[in-house]
């Protein structure tokens, strides 16, 4: 427990860099990067589709989703333990798609 309250006082006397950034690009990036957080777990959205649609899973490896899931499972630890809400939004939007890739090729596979 020690290390922990350590740990949270080092932070706290760590400089930070400003949010919003005074630089308008980086700027630009950070207000830009949530979009993109929900922007790529979409890019699924045609696979899942196609399984429920056709009621196949031809060609989809159950085993590769639910290895990306279980990778996904760590980015959100990450997210959460770091209060970082693009990589909160884009793990828990990417669990939720493989989850149904997964689903889909258990069924239909």
Do not use: E
Not at 7 to 24: A, E, F, G
């Amino acid at each position: 427990m020690f290390h922990a309250h350590h740990h949270l006082h080092k932070r706290k006397r760590k400089s930070l860099k400003k949010y919003p950034h005074s630089n308008k690009w980086i700027r630009f990036l950070d207000h830009s990067i949530l979009a993109i957080a929900v922007i790529g777990p979409l890019m699924n959205l045609p696979q899942i589709l196609k399984i429920y649609l056709n009621h196949s899973a031809a060609g989809v490896s159950a085993l590769t989703f639910s290895l990306l899931f279980v990778i996904g499972i760590v980015w959100l630890i990450y997210g959460f333990v770091h209060n970082d809400k693009p990589i909160i939004t884009s793990s828990a939007l990417w669990l939720v798609s493989h989850a149904f890739v997964i689903t889909g090729a258990i069924m239909y596979g």
